[in-house]
């Protein structure tokens, strides 16, 4: 058994990952740290999991765990691993922001599989992606390593609550989430910085622009993104591109039925939908984001990283209604 | 015109208030009072108001004013009082609990129009009814005033998250909230106070028991209560009774339609449905907790107080869909 | 009084007519004509008019009426003018899209009345806009006005499920449709005919593209829409042109303020904010779709045919959570 | 491996079985049956399932399984178990009311295995309890099981529109359940019958009422359920009575803690709390309606039927967020 721990157990994608965890066949969960609230019953914060564990937060790491996960805020993961020391064996997967920029100074892998998967095999350190990105890359890197993004690209997408976080504000408070509507952060969204660099890994040419609008939406969790760009090929022509790309995805379908969001809530898939009009070609993405575009996806890695069947633990009933 | 003040301005209550003073035909909204962000535009709190007005919160009071409406937390108002004087001629009413016990040392009147029009039209003082004390009330009370209140009640009601007030809290975060429902303070709301004395007035021998369980429903704005209790009469006494209990409410209507929250969403109605079971009599009761429950109310209370007709300026629009 | 009738009177659109011309104080809601439920209580369709209305729908048309509305299907307003005929004094809005386009045979005048506000006065006979159609025009028209429109548009919008009619079907189910969303007519959707139209008036040389992705989102009314283009000139001067506009406009605002959809629902009020992000200038907009995109935009063309102020009935309480 | 057949594969409780089915270890999904599409790929309708199979409708029958699910509507299990003869050795599990109350004519043994477990385990043919049933009974059995219901019982529940079943109505279009509320069926929901069945099995001297409210609720799944009655033992007493109850239930438990809805949702828990309030006892009761309430509980039939563990392909993640 894979013996792995969890930093920072409060958020929702420490929460995911506690219930995927609990449930993988090949992991026992050895602790989930907590500075704040040790010797608290897990089940008394993630409140669904009453009756099925009695998991209490520790305040202590176990430094030989064979994997850990850091869910902490961003920024702070650089400065949690600065201060403490995990064995040589200790995989580390972090899902925050602060290793993704490949040109940043360390040896984390971006942990996309989808265009990652063997590098990941060998990493001892996968930086998680981003949301956003990861609905957007999955959406655009086909074209990207076919060195197709020639013409700029326009990106809507529309994230849940879950998005901003368990944190208490404005914009997450029921009565003015409740039938609202947002846009925010246009043309600036963190997620900008590593869709643009697995872009131009592919395509180290690439010198469009990538225009992004995220919005807030009234609903809990999942992605819905559009995307769209000059291609001159043929509708076909661009579905033999994704089909090829993703023919050994274990959670990534390009399909010609009409996509709503729903039907990846609570999975780890990613579903995609091509269409052309005149010159231009649109691809729809749907992803749960703390799923497919966070927990999920770190045990993924996770399960690539241990030469595990990259689907175990994660073949998940989708909430479809 | 009536010159009028609101005391504190940031919360539901508030907010609603300024909205209809601002349409209200006879009233010149004079100070919305915070002592917090004065010099604030009320448009960047209240943001659906841009465009339509320039008011600016302010951090003095006006004591000439000809009435003014206290949005105060509970406990707050009685020493905002205590603190502040106005003249004479100013009327007040205050929608916290602090003075709505009649068994208190004060001289408000509790302000239920339907059973205290003539009071109202005296008063000086008001005490703005609670929200579930107005929708339970107003299924409940006429059977108190013909004296047939005498098996125990049974009253189960829910209401949106407005009822929780502005404050971020657990229960109030969206993705908490979302599609979510929960019961709370069940037999010990303190809203049971108010109805007791309330019944106690129109029936002074009441002994039976008034079980009540409140919830918190996903939905922002609204009361729907059921209330059940034995009637010894047929279905058509019970409606008798009730409609000429309301022969003049300008808001309250009794209905042999089936009903649902949303039919006065946004207006300052409660309607009533009666059904008969068996030797039970089940009154279905549909109120806005911040209109009739709250704003709407006070400014009816309002129009009383100064010979207007009760229905000026609230005559307003559901929010059917 | 200005005596007014409605053709169809089951609807979304008719229902807001209903419940705005009821508390118009110019008006007199003569009929409401429905020829599958003559002789049933308006009150027992829109159900939150209980207690308001007596009034029923009737299988008799007043030939004679000032104004008639004309809340049919698509494709059905043509065919019923055909059959039926009106006094000459009858003025006629029409709220489907069959005489939007001015191309056609017909003497209608589009109803936008921030750009057309004169030729609305004087017609005889109104088209009144889509809702998308407005939400955008009003987004994008001051660009035109000035024969700015040069790169260009993507738009992307989110509706309420309003916006799909309240006939059944999969995507307006409860289930389907609650914490979903989706995208559907990317590039195709009908309401860029009547766009296009709208800007080729005010900007003949026009020949850029307009990309339109519409989308369903999990909430019941309002739509939501961000438009950018390429803008040579600053921001400053972008608000210039915008405010110059709208200088005279009774609903439309712009602001500096972020925004969210529920600043309007239930309101007749467009609201619009602009940011330059590079060489590009990005609108956001929001209206109410049964509003300012419907029933209301319907009304305040009746205020202007008639003399009236605009904001006559439509000074309405939002509906802001 | 257990080969399994569904017939009417549609709706929502055949679409859950067939998310679970497809993922249960020790079950082959053999057919889904469908007079009206035949030959339709089933991730066509259960549009969540794109990716994770290539099943097909089936017109054709296997009458050899080892197991059959009927979803069908209430009254045609009957008809179609006598218009089809399965083999000796195929066991049925039938979702409708068609068989729930023993007092019929038939051989079904009533599927609730925290109070049939021992029955259920001989069973050839189970008739799988209704969704409020379910959570009505376990918050009230355990005292039947004393022979302590004596006084009347007060129950006041909620579901979701899923309760409602796939077809459109009126009550299950988004724009009317959206944020809204509404009872039905007080005092006379069918499910009462097989409620008191189960009770009177268990206290045949059991005649004291039962009061039951049903609610529909704005969200999409689930049921939570509150019920009280006389009760003079201590709170002690009676969590004793129900954790003795419950001690071997491999999905039901008693907390201390506050409960909420979305606890249970997407799984096959029902979760209990008890309160205590001068001389009432209060029973909190949530479970997801699909799930415990319909096809959760009918493979944790199936699992007893067939020697299994209980909660084999049950450990679902909750969608708690």
Redesign the interface.
């Known amino acids: 058994m894979i013996e792995a721990g969890i930093i920072g157990g409060a958020g929702?994608t420490a929460?995911e990952l506690i219930?995927?965890l609990l449930?993988h066949p090949e992991v026992s969960l050895n602790f989930v740290y907590s500075t704040s609230q040790p010797g608290r019953p897990v089940a008394?914060v993630?409140?669904?999991?009453?009756?099925e564990t009695e998991l209490e937060f520790s305040g202590e790491l176990n430094k030989e765990a064979d994997v850990v996960f850091l869910c902490l805020g961003h920024g702070n993961s650089k400065k949690f691993l600065a201060e403490n020391q995990f064995s040589d064996k200790t995989k580390i997967i972090d899902l925050s922001t602060d290793f993704r920029m490949a040109s940043g100074d360390h040896s984390f892998v971006y942990g996309l599989p989808e265009f990652n998967r063997e590098k990941v095999k060998e990493a001892g350190f996968i930086a998680n992606p981003g949301c956003f990105a990861t609905a957007i890359s999955l959406a655009i890197l086909p074209l990207a390593k076919e060195n197709l993004l020639k013409d700029d690209l326009?990106i809507?997408a529309?994230t849940?609550?879950?998005g901003a976080g368990?944190s208490?504000?404005e914009?997450?408070?029921?009565?003015?989430?409740?039938?609202?509507?947002?846009?925010?952060k246009?043309?600036?969204h963190q997620h900008l910085n590593e869709i643009g660099e697995s872009v131009k890994k592919l395509q180290p040419d690439h010198d469009s622009e990538i225009?992004f609008?995220p919005?807030?939406?009234?609903?809990?969790?999942?992605i819905?993104a559009?995307a769209?760009t000059g291609f001159s090929g043929s509708l076909d022509d661009a579905k033999l591109i994704y089909k090829e790309a993703y023919k050994d995805a274990a959670?990534t379908?390009v399909?010609d039925?009409?996509?709503?969001?729903?039907?990846?809530?609570?999975?780890n898939?990613c579903?995609l939908k091509l269409?052309k009009?005149?010159n231009?070609l649109?691809i729809?993405s749907i992803i749960d984001n703390l799923l497919k575009g966070a927990s999920g996806q770190a045990v993924q890695n996770m399960n690539l990283m241990f030469g595990l069947n990259e689907k175990t633990g994660l073949?998940?009933?989708?909430?479809?209604?």
């Open positions: 929702y929460g219930r995927i449930r008394q993630h409140q669904d999991l009453l009756g326009h809507n529309v849940g609550a879950t368990t208490l504000s914009t997450t408070h029921f009565t003015w989430r409740d039938n609202n509507f947002s846009s925010y246009s043309f600036e225009n609008i919005n807030r939406g009234n609903f809990s969790r999942g819905h559009t769209y959670f379908f399909t039925e009409d996509l709503h969001l729903k039907q990846v809530v609570n999975t898939k579903l269409q009009f005149g231009k649109l729809t073949d998940l009933k989708a909430n479809y209604f």
